[in-house]
Nanobody
Framework: QVQLVESGGGLVQAGGSLRLSCAAS????????MGWFRQAPGKEREFVAA????????YYADSVKGRFTISRDNAKNTVFLQMNTLKPGDTAVYYC???????????????????WGPGNQVTVSS
């Protein structure tokens, strides 16, 4: 089992940057592909970015492509989400998630992830 805890969220002005971190427990972090999702009030949880087990493949939602970067450090059991040029529309609770599958199929789907963190609020003011 994997336990995930996000950190690094907060309040930032539009155009600013934040870096989210997700620390994972256990010794098998590199056995999991990782993803970031977000959920704004009144909306469904949506895919943001994902990364394969060894970091060789990354995936992004069109809405964040070119602004957000996902990365991981398997030695530190941590996955990151660097968010630049933030917009008010990026305001949401951001969730880290882990999946056993390492294929591209299903990487965008919440149902394909096995473990979730509690979430971390990101608020972008205009």
């Amino acid at each position: 089992q994997v336990q995930l805890v996000e950190s690094g969220g907060g309040l930032v002005q539009a155009g600013g940057s934040l870096r989210l971190s997700c620390a994972a427990s256990g010794r098998t972090f590199s056995s999991y592909a990782m993803g970031w999702f977000r959920q704004a009030p009144g909306k469904e949880r949506e895919f943001v970015a994902a990364i394969s087990r060894l970091g060789t493949s990354t995936y992004y939602a069109d809405s964040v492509k070119g602004r957000f970067t996902i990365s991981r450090d398997n030695a530190k059991n941590t996955v990151f989400l660097q968010m630049n040029t933030l917009k008010p529309g990026d305001t949401a609770v951001y969730y880290c998630a882990a999946r056993r599958k390492n294929t591209s199929a299903g990487v965008y789907n919440t149902g394909d992830y096995d473990y979730w963190g509690p979430g971390n609020q990101v608020t972008v003011s205009s």
